[in-house]
């Protein structure tokens, strides 16, 4: 088990350029999410897939943004023309399916990708 | 909708102070609890977690009791080490499934020898 990975750990672009972000997830872990975290607050849920389906995205996740989980595995956040408003550490987290009741399926997140943008 | 409230930060004690973070949370039914940590330059760890009404979480000497009735999840340590020093963020999950975590603001800690 190598944990959760994120490529690149930094991105520093200009306003209105594209960007992707790439998420590896623990193997066998079906759920992966994407979050987003801004100075000094917690993360924010941006979406989800299960398996290579989105299963519910957030009211934060405009239309410049994108995620693709095309095999079931990695993940891409993709975000276009990029804004200052959208600098912030890119979280990705995944987790099981199976777990004890109660709810507890616990989520490893990765190490995160902060994007700067100038 | 579900949201969590946690004290501001940043809290400065010294070493083998003890320590209390406030975590208060609004949800519907009953919410799983967690305490994730962020060291510096390290990425978000599991602390400790709480699956129901009463259930204490317990890890690396931190502590937290789920009080339903009071809709808390405090973090308590009795002696902080310098190594603690973190950003400490209260999180819930709403037991409907395995969904999105919901998270407080964070609060920072600093342990000073």
């Known amino acids: 088990d190598t944990g959760v990975s994120q490529d690149p750990r930094h991105k520093i672009t200009k306003r209105g350029q594209n960007v992707t972000f790439r998420c590896d997830p623990i193997?066998?872990?079906?759920?992966l999410y994407w979050y987003r975290q801004t100075l000094g607050q917690g993360p924010e849920f941006l979406t989800y897939?299960?398996?290579?389906?989105?299963?519910?995205k957030s009211r934060l996740l405009s239309d410049r943004f994108s995620a693709e989980r095309p095999k079931g595995s990695f993940s891409t956040l993709e975000i276009q023309r990029t804004e200052q408003g959208d600098s912030a550490m890119y979280l990705c987290?995944?987790?099981?399916?199976?777990?004890?009741?109660?709810?507890?399926?616990?989520?490893?997140f990765g190490p995160g990708t902060r994007l700067t943008v100038t | 909708g579900n949201s969590v409230t946690q004290m501001e930060g940043p809290v400065t004690l010294s070493e083998e102070a003890f320590l209390t973070i406030n975590c208060t949370y609004t949800?519907?039914?009953?919410?799983?609890l967690f305490w994730y940590v962020q060291y510096p330059g390290e990425g978000l760890q599991l602390l400790l977690k709480?699956?129901?009404?009463?259930d204490k979480g317990s890890n690396k000497g931190f502590e937290a009791t789920y009080r339903k009735e009071t809709t808390s999840f405090h973090l308590e340590k009795g002696s902080v080490q310098v190594s603690d020093s973190a950003v400490y963020f209260c999180?819930?999950?709403?037991?409907?499934?395995?969904?999105?975590?919901?998270f407080g603001k964070g609060t920072r800690l600093s342990v000073i020898a």
């Open positions: 987290a995944s987790s099981p399916t199976s777990g004890r009741a109660g709810g507890s399926y616990e989520q490893y």
């Open positions: 193997s066998e872990h079906n759920r």
């Open positions: 897939f299960q398996n290579e389906a989105q299963l519910e």
């Open positions: 949800a519907t039914g009953y919410p799983s």
């Open positions: 709480a699956t129901k009404a009463d």
């Open positions: 999180a819930l999950r709403s037991l409907s499934g395995n969904t999105p975590l919901v």
